[in-house]
């Protein structure tokens, strides 16, 4: 992705919210990637994985206009809990600017606990069990 001026404060650095938005874009292109919808699961089965946590570390500063990767990987999945982590590096050098965690609760519409749906929840301990 390329940091978008609006995303930037005052002092030309990335403001602090936005690197939660790219762990959100990067968590939802590895579903992407995997061959899963997170619009078909709350379709489909009436399921949403809600965020119950969020951390993140800042370890270097993104400005206007880098070109940064976003890292995403699942940490773990167990029953109605899912955890991921995230590496956002600037590409023209590799410096690591922050590192993340997002754990996530399966809910239905009500916001009650519910199983991850057995196509997600196959996909995720695959990959869970290769990492």
């Not at 930037?8 to 590895?30: C, K, S």
């Not at 951390?55 to 206007?64: D, E, V």
């Not at 590799?94 to 196509?119: F, I, Q, R, Y």
């Amino acid at each position: 992705m390329r940091v978008r001026y609006a995303e930037t404060d005052q002092m030309g650095v990335v403001y602090h919210a936005n690197f939660f938005i790219w762990f959100e874009v990067g968590r939802v292109e590895l579903m992407r990637s995997l061959g899963l919808d997170y619009r078909e699961m709350e379709r489909e089965h009436g399921c949403f994985i809600a965020v119950a946590e969020a951390r993140c570390r800042y370890k270097s500063p993104a400005r206007y206009d880098d070109l940064i990767l976003i890292r995403t990987r699942l940490k773990g999945v167990r029953g109605s809990l899912v955890q991921f982590t995230y590496e956002i590096l600037r590409q023209a050098d590799g410096l690591l600017l922050a590192e993340g965690e997002t754990s996530h609760v399966v809910t239905d519409a009500n916001l009650k606990m519910c199983p991850l749906p057995e196509k997600y929840a196959k996909v995720f301990q695959e990959m869970a069990t290769a990492s």
